[in-house]
Structure formats: structure tokens, C-alpha cells
């Protein structure tokens, strides 16, 4: 089940579950590594920061925040930023409640850079493995499908375990945009795709070969949302485990285009 | 989705009576000095076709036209005729508001208290209002909407992000006067359209987030002198009082009166709801019925003196406010002639009371809630999961929220955009309560999987829905409805959409590339043609019938 924490002013506060002993040494995020927490922030950044800082993050008039943990920020740090605001800049000081700070730093941090990911594979052996199994769907700089996410930086912003988890059971969390349906229209053939967007009248989806293409719903014979993810799940029995570390070492080195064609 | 058309019954349009009216047309008033609107004026509400003279349309909250130009059998031929851009960022809340119709001028609010006077022939600006803002917003930070204006004369009324109330002359967009409502610091703010009834100008407050105290208010028109207050929580002693433990619990208790209410001139009494206690979700240390919160208040106008209140959600402990439009009417109820108050309310169920004397006649659920699925024969409902700490309850927006139902009076249809969701209600007492900042006692937690939307038509008669036309998600867009037979509301994905109002056929539909969120449409004559006019995102668009 995923599961959203609704934060905003008018929605919740939990001062409480965000208070710290005066004086302590280090603060330390109540939100840090809570998914639904990440969700709630991505929409208090969209609606409040992106303006300045861009919606995916990476700096507009304001500067690049996906890249603050990778130069020495801490959880605590950033929190204090945007409560204090930064002197002499555009930036405002908040009053927001502590719990909407620290769920947009939860969301910035999941989307900043991570440590190097740990593995005892063999990149190299990872890479053909990704090449034979997954490349069809998933882009890594210039090469594979769009299926799938791009993974051109994904060493940089997933953990090892939540690769882990997205390898073994794909179908556990599906991204929205990534949700699969099988659709037929009264003179066409049964197509299979992703949902990239839907209303009441219409559907967006690409197709399994990879097209864009729109449909009214009022034209569909069949309309049927799948319950599993498009990406097949790799067990242990399909995948051993020498063969993820080997696929994990790979992942670890994708930290960006410029990392990936330098290769 | 396997259909996103789900209708339980089908009514037969009668199409004899669908035939356009020829419009009423009043002498326009292009380059002349307009003669300001009259108490009168608003009294009658939309019987000059030109008209939208306050935020439902008229006093009884019907948001129901009596315009018959547009018609389920022209409807498809609906054209966009212009669109006006607020060119302002709304921090992801655009127009909540209905904007003003007075003699080919539309006076709108917007989002962070700007407003304008807009050409209705055109969508360009007269005039801009911006007001300048405090930097240490409380409540008025996080929901930075307006919903409207209020007219009298030649002066608008607005309420602010920091709880003032302006006078504004309709001609310039300059401030005539400017009060205090109250300290926005300690975590007020205002954002509804105020309503005006004679000579008094009656508006509300938002904080029940915040450990503050809701008011309604009557203003003086022309000098914003404070005519009354009625405290929406007593005070000590007072009535009510003895549902609460103690006057620590009352000072802080909630209440808002968030929304437009409805008024009743013959009665003389407004109708207003109420918003949750505080704090929201924790009722520990607020153990009773926390009256008057999550209740329809009846008020005279004249003294703000309380008449009756029913409260639909007692201790509530989920945020289900009950700040939403009272719609009023007369049904023939049981063979008997009654004057009654409706109210779709956030808990999921449908009320009618007798708007005299605050008698519940009929409490059925719109919605599939588990919360309570029967109102008792005290008139309190029968719950059956209380804390919803499990399970599966109506989030805190409710299986509807603020965004204005109609009523077809015609056809006994009470039409509302049902919310189906699921979540899970996680309290926390307090540890500290600080001014100024969000109060509320716990947290929510959604399942995002299990949610979805629909337009319903409620027979008030009996609370059946008798159709419904199914969202992909849920929404919180606002319904109007019309003479001719034709429902309007939009949707979470951005569709204004018009429905037949005797069986839920969707007739025609524009996208309008953001969500509609928390308005409705409203509709007027301009020079012989229906305007219909949706605010979505940070646009009006305004449609009127093409060539065929």
C-alpha cells in the first residue's frame, strides 16, 4: 500500500514529533528515509521553492540543491537555511512549522546525491548483464529503451537498498507514470503500455514499442489497469546473487552523463 | 478503469421545455456613469440575467441560474471567448474565487490578494489591486486563495491573507477604508467572500489549525465600523460551555467560519458553518461536543445573536469542517410546505433541516463511509469508528469540502462532487502550543490507491443518488447548474465538463490545463449571449455558444 503524509498548514503540524532538547548537538530529521514523508515535501518544494530553485531541483535563479549533501550539508543545515533564509540573497526566511521543513529536506535529500554505492561485484559483468536485461527498457546516457526510468544518474540518488528492492520486486512500488494498462479500441488490435496520464475522457500511454499516443476513452472497447509492474521481478532463481552485486556495482557508477560517457 | 460513466438511473429529459428563453437584456451602460448596486439589487438576486451579485449567485446558496440560453441541445457548441491570466504565482492554490457580474465588468479576486476589474467582453484589465503583505504570514501562507468580493454601492469588499477587511471603490481599485479583523500572528487569516445583507457586510475567519478562536462578524458599509461579533466558541459560562472541559480548551477551540453562508431575508437569519476544534485531530484535551464547532450556526443578522445549530460531526477528531455554502429551499416535505437548509458536509453524509427551527428531517450518506453510516434519532450520527486511527475513514478534506455544490430546484437534484478516500487518522497530544504556529494534534495517512471522485445527483427528498458520473481521482471543483437542464463542474484533471442535470450524460467537456480547485462556475447575460465563466489554475476562461 503506498501511503501519502499529507502535510500543510490548514492539514497537519506535529510540533511535537519534530522537537529537539535545546542545545543539542546534531537535529536530526523525524522524516529522514519516510517515503510518504519524501512525497509531502516534493509537493511543499513544488509549491514553495521550485520557482527560484527549478522543479526538478537543479537551479534557476536560485542555486543547484540537489548536490548540497555531496558538498558537506547536513539534514540540519539545510534546515536552517531555509529557515533562516539567506542574507543579502532572494532568499526568504519560513515560518513554516518545523515538519514541512523537514519533510522538503527529506524530499531533497532523496533526490541529492547519495554516498558511493557499496558492492563487491564486478561492474563490468554488471554492465553486460544490464545490457542483456534491461537496457531494452531503461536508458543509460545515450543508449536503451523509455520504457522504464532513466538510470543515467541513479548511483546518485537511489541507495543500494532501495535498488535492491526495485530489482527483486518491481511490482511492489510502481511509480506514477510508470503504472501499466492494456487498452483496445473498437477496430484495433489489444495494446499494452504505460500510463503517463489520464482524465475523465481521455488516456496517455507509450506503448510497449515505445510511441506516444493518446486515446478518448469514449473510443475504447477495453480499458483494463494491470496490478503488476511491466518490469518483470528478478528472484533469486533469475537472478543469483553474485549476479545483483555484479548489476548493484554497475548501478553505482551511473552518477551522471558526464560519468557515463567518460566510461 | 473498466467505464468512467457509472449512472444508476436514467431520468427522461423533457425537451419540451428545453427551448432557450429569449434573454433579458438590461439598457447597457457602456461609457456611462454606473448607478452602484443596491441592497435591493442583491436581494433579488439573479433575476436581472445580467447579474452575479454575490458569491453563490443569490442568497439561497442554490448556485442555480435561471439562464436558459444554453441548453443541453446547444451546449456542444460552448466556445471559449477569452482568457485572462493572473500572471501571478499562486504557490500551488490558483482561483478559488466567483467573480462579481455588474454592468459588463467582472470584479475578481485572486490568489496573494490581488484582484482586478476585467472587461467581461474581453478579459482585459481595468484595474489591478495588489495588496502588500506582511512577511510573517501565518495561516495566510500556506493557503494564499481568496474566494471573492462582496458589492454594495460603488464599494467592493475583501478580506486578507493578514485578517483585514477592505473597502475597495469598484470604479479604481483603490482602498476606501481598511479594519482589522483580528491578529493574523496568532494564526488567523481571511479568505472568503464576504456577503452582504442590507446594510451590513458579514464575514468569516480561517485558524482552526491554529490554537485560535472562531468569530462571524457585521461590518458597517461605509466606514468599516464592527456592528457585531458572535464568538463561534463561548466564552466561559456562556452557552455551550459545558461541552467543553475547561476555558483553556475554549480559548483555543477552533470553530472557523471559512466559507460564504447563505441568508434567509424573511427569517432574517443567516446560515454559516462552522470549522473543526482545536487541535485537529487529537480531542484529549478537549473531551465533549466542543460546541459550535462543525456546525451550522442560524444567526440573526440583525443582532448576530445564535437562532439554533446543528452539529454534524460532535468531538470531531478528522478536520471534517463544515465550512460549506448552506443551500436553501422550499420542498414539499412529506405533504407538508418546509423552508429547509441542505448541507452535503465533509463527514460524508447529506443533511436536511428545517432552516426555522433546525429540526434534522433527513441525514443519509453521499458517500461510502465508514466513519457512521445512520444518523440516530437525537440527530447524532451512529459511529462506528471513532479515532479511524484503523480502518479506513474519509480523509481531512472530507467526502466534499468547500467547493460549492447547486441545487436544481425543479428537478428536487442536489448536485456535489463526492470525494471516495481512505486514510487513517494518527493523534498526538501536544506537547507546546505556540502562536503563530500549526496546531493540529497528529497526523493523516493516505492511501493514494484507494481514492476517487464523482459528480452526484442526491434526490433531497429521499437522499438516493440518483446518478453519478465517475473522476479518475478526487476532486475539488465546484457544480453549477442551470434552468435549462444542464449541470456544470469541473474536475481534479482540469475538465470543465456540462452534464444533463436529469441523467448525468456528459454533453460536452474542455480541458483547461489545470486542476479546477475549489471554484464553480457562474454564469450572466452580456449583450444577449450566456457567459459561462470557470476559474482553473491561475485563469478564467469564459464561454459562450459558437455558431452552430
Known amino acids: ?263 | 478503469m473498466s467505464s468512467c460513466l457509472l449512472r444508476t438511473t436514467t431520468v427522461l429529459i423533457a425537451t419540451a421545455v428545453l427551448l432557450a428563453a429569449p434573454p433579458r437584456v438590461r439598457a447597457q451602460t457602456e461609457g456611462q456613469e454606473s448607478e452602484g448596486v443596491s441592497s435591493a439589487d442583491i436581494a433579488a438576486g439573479l433575476a436581472d440575467p445580467t447579474h452575479w451579485l454575490t458569491y453563490s449567485g443569490d442568497y439561497s446558496g442554490q448556485r442555480h441560474s435561471p439562464l436558459t440560453q444554453v441548453t443541453p441541445r446547444n451546449v456542444r457548441r460552448l466556445m471559449p471567448q477569452w482568457t485572462f491570466q493572473a500572471g501571478t504565482f499562486a504557490r500551488g492554490r490558483g482561483f478559488e474565487t466567483t467573480p462579481l457580474a455588474v454592468d459588463g465588468v467582472l470584479y475578481v479576486t485572486g490568489a496573494n490578494n490581488y484582484a482586478w476589474a476585467l472587461d467581461a467582453r474581453t478579459g482585459r484589465p481595468f484595474w489591478e489591486y495588489r495588496r502588500t503583505l506582511p512577511n510573517d504570514l501565518t495561516y495566510g501562507s500556506s493557503a494564499p486563495v481568496n474566494r471573492g468580493f462582496a458589492v454594495l454601492g460603488e464599494r467592493l469588499f475583501m478580506v486578507t491573507l493578514d485578517a483585514h477587511l477592505l473597502a475597495l471603490d469598484r470604479r479604481t481599485g483603490g482602498v476606501l477604508w481598511d479594519v482589522v479583523l483580528t491578529d493574523y500572528r496568532v494564526g488567523y487569516a481571511a479568505t472568503l467572500a464576504p456577503l452582504v445583507v442590507d446594510d451590513r457586510v458579514i464575514v468569516g475567519i480561517s485558524g482552526g489549525e491554529y490554537a485560535t478562536r472562531g468569530f462571524l462578524d457585521a461590518y458597517e458599509p461605509a466606514t468599516g465600523a464592527r456592528l457585531w461579533r458572535f464568538n463561534t466558541v463561548p466564552g466561559p459560562g456562556e452557552p455551550g460551555s459545558d461541552t467543553w472541559p475547561n476555558d483553556t480548551a475554549m480559548a483555543r477551540g477552533g470553530g472557523a467560519t471559512w466559507m460564504t453562508g447563505s441568508y434567509d431575508p424573511e427569517l432574517g437569519l443567516l446560515y454559516w458553518g462552522t470549522g473543526n476544534p482545536n487541535p485537529d485531530y487529537y480531542g484529549g484535551d478537549r473531551r465533549g461536543d466542543n460546541l459550535y464547532t462543525n456546525s451550522l450556526l442560524a444567526v440573526e443578522a440583525a443582532t448576530g445573536t445564535l437562532r439554533w445549530h446543528y452539529q454534524f460531526t460532535p468531538h470531531d477528531t478528522h478536520d471534517w469542517d463544515s465550512n460549506h455554502v448552506p443551500v436553501l429551499a422550499t420542498l414539499d416535505w412529506q405533504g407538508r410546505e418546509r423552508q429547509v437548509v441542505m448541507v452535503a458536509n465533509r463527514n460524508g453524509f447529506f443533511y436536511v433541516l428545517d432552516r426555522v427551527t433546525g429540526e434534522l428531517l433527513l441525514g443519509k450518506p453521499f458517500t461510502a463511509t465508514t466513519w457512521a453510516r445512520e444518523i440516530g434519532a437525537d440527530g447524532r450520527p451512529i459511529v462506528l469508528n471513532e479515532d479511524g486511527s484503523t480502518g479506513c475513514l474519509p480523509d481531512q478534506w472530507g467526502g466534499t469540502n468547500f467547493n460549492p455544490p447547486s441545487f436544481d430546484p425543479k428537478r428536487k437534484l442536489f448536485f456535489v462532487n463526492a470525494r471516495e478516500t481512505c486514510a487513517s487518522f494518527h493523534a498526538q497530544p501536544e506537547t507546546q502550543v505556540v502562536p503563530g504556529q500549526v496546531a493540529a494534534g497528529g497526523m493523516v495517512w493516505v492511501d493514494r490507491d484507494k481514492a476517487s471522485g464523482a459528480l452526484r445527483a442526491i434526490d433531497v427528498t429521499t437522499g438516493q443518488i440518483e446518478w453519478e458520473f465517475a473522476y479518475p481521482t478526487p476532486t475539488m471543483a465546484g457544480v453549477m447548474s442551470t434552468a435549462s437542464g444542464l449541470v456544470f463542474a469541473g474536475d481534479h484533471e482540469g475538465n470543465f465538463t456540462a452534464f444533463a442535470a436529469a441523467t448525468g450524460e456528459d454533453l460536452w467537456h474542455y480541458q483547461t490545463g489545470a486542476s479546477i480547485w475549489g471554484a464553480a462556475a457562474m454564469t450572466y447575460m452580456l449583450d444577449g449571449r450566456q457567459q459561462v465563466l470557470i476559474p482553473s489554475g491561475a485563469a478564467l476562461i469564459s464561454f459562450a455558444l459558437g455558431d452552430d
Not at chain 1, 511543499?44 to 521553492?49: H, M
Not at chain 1, 503504472?179 to 484495433?188: N, Q
Open chain 1, 1 to 263: 500500500m503506498r501511503r501519502t503524509l499529507l502535510i500543510g498548514a490548514w492539514l497537519l503540524a506535529s510540533a511535537c514529533a519534530c522537537s529537539w532538547p535545546a542545545g543539542a548537538a546534531e537535529l536530526v530529521n523525524p522524516y529522514e528515509g519516510d517515503d510518504a514523508a519524501v512525497r509531502a515535501g516534493s509537493g511543499l518544494y513544488a509549491g514553495r521553492c521550485a520557482d527560484c530553485h527549478g522543479a526538478d531541483a537543479k537551479g534557476n535563479r536560485g542555486p543547484d540543491l540537489t548536490q548540497r549533501w555531496a558538498v558537506g550539508a547536513s539534514d540540519e543545515s539545510v534546515f536552517t537555511t531555509i529557515r533562516q533564509g539567506v542574507a543579502g540573497s532572494i532568499m526568504p526566511p519560513s515560518s513554516a512549522p518545523d515538519n514541512e521543513l523537514w519533510a522538503i529536506v527529506a524530499y531533497l535529500r532523496s533526490i541529492s546525491v547519495v554516498p558511493p554505492l557499496a558492492s563487491t561485484g564486478d561492474p563490468q559483468r554488471g554492465r553486460a548483464l544490464f545490457v542483456a536485461e534491461c537496457e531494452q527498457c531503461h536508458r543509460v546516457g545515450l543508449a536503451g529503451g523509455a520504457l522504464g526510468p532513466e538510470l543515467t544518474m541513479i548511483g546518485q540518488v537511489r541507495s543500494r537498498e532501495a535498488l535492491v528492492a526495485a530489482v527483486r520486486d518491481p511490482s511492489a512500488a510502481v511509480a506514477l507514470g510508470y503504472r501499466a494498462v492494456t487498452l483496445r479500441t473498437k477496430d484495433g488490435p489489444r495494446i499494452e503500455g504505460i500510463v503517463k496520464s489520464e482524465d475523465a475522457f481521455s488516456m496517455q500511454i507509450m506503448t510497449t514499442d515505445g510511441r506516444l499516443q493518446g486515446y478518448r476513452k469514449s473510443e475504447l472497447v477495453e480499458l483494463t489497469p494491470a496490478t503488476e509492474s511491466l518490469m518483470p521481478g528478478f528472484s533469486v532463481e533469475r537472478l543469483a546473487a553474485a549476479a545483483l552485486e555484479d548489476l548493484l556495482a554497475y548501478l553505482g557508477t551511473l552518477r551522471g552523463p558526464a560519468a557515463e560517457l567518460a566510461r
